[in-house]
């Protein structure tokens, strides 16, 4: 993320996370409940893009990916897993020395760097992912441009974010925050976008949409995808062919 569109309040609020991230019942215990049900989302957006078989065990075997805003790693191990050759940017430094610490203790090579996507060397790459990040930036379209300028030809991009709608007002600020779901301030309601909003700013930068769904809550499962879009939903993006 360029000075452009970091926002230091919001990269020293996650950074002052970093310790516990990987406790799925600390103050991340939310993206820990989340992530299961945004991996199988990627798996099969990653299937359907390059025609692999579900079956694969390494359906990113050979390529390249960019999980940006990557918190302490949460996200890009599991690509890592997946075969991929990972890169991870977040913003707070102190969120990538807890990545680099874990991915470490699980005997996994991803190229972490703190600062700015913009930072890095002038590279592409086949898949770019952003979750829950797009709406803590200063200039969400600035950013999708950025992201978009880092995906390589016939690659795929894959966001979520949540919906700026009454429900997600009432639920994911007020209501995640005064109970301790979420840590206090992690949420600017404001910020999020509308899906129309988002596609308009990937539309804006060339890329075509898709594919989107709806990521809601589960009595039985904590998240499931499909559905609602009222509160948090997921974009995949590629170049026209």
Request: hydrophobic share 45%; charged share 20%.
């Amino acid at each position: 993320m360029s000075a452009a569109t970091i926002n230091p309040n919001e990269a020293a609020h996650f950074g002052a996370l970093a310790a516990d991230w990987w406790d799925p019942h600390g103050s991340s215990a939310m993206l820990h409940k989340l992530n299961p049900v945004r991996l199988s989302y990627i798996r099969d957006q990653i299937d359907a893009h390059w025609h692999v078989d579900a079956r694969e065990r390494y359906p990113l075997g050979g390529r390249s990916a960019i999980d940006v805003g990557c918190g302490a790693g949460l996200l890009a191990e599991p690509l890592a897993r997946m075969g991929a050759k990972v890169t991870g940017v977040d913003a707070a430094p102190e969120n990538i020395a807890a990545a680099k610490d874990h991915a470490a203790g699980q005997g996994l090579s991803i190229a972490y760097h703190a600062g700015e996507l913009a930072a890095l060397a002038a590279s592409t790459f086949d898949l770019v992912t952003s979750m829950e990040v797009v709406e803590h930036v200063t200039d969400p379209a600035a950013f999708v441009a950025e992201l978009a300028a880092r995906l390589a030809p016939g690659g795929l991009m894959i966001l979520s974010t949540p919906n700026r709608t009454a429900l997600s007002k009432l639920l994911l600020v007020e209501a995640a925050e005064r109970i301790g779901a979420v840590p206090r301030g992690t949420h600017d309601w404001g910020q999020f976008l509308k899906p129309e909003e988002l596609t308009e700013m990937l539309e804006g930068v060339g890329l075509q949409v898709i594919d989107r769904t709806g990521l809601s809550p589960s009595p039985a499962k904590g998240f499931k995808l499909g559905g609602s879009e009222a509160l948090n939903y997921l974009v995949a993006a590629r170049w026209p062919a």
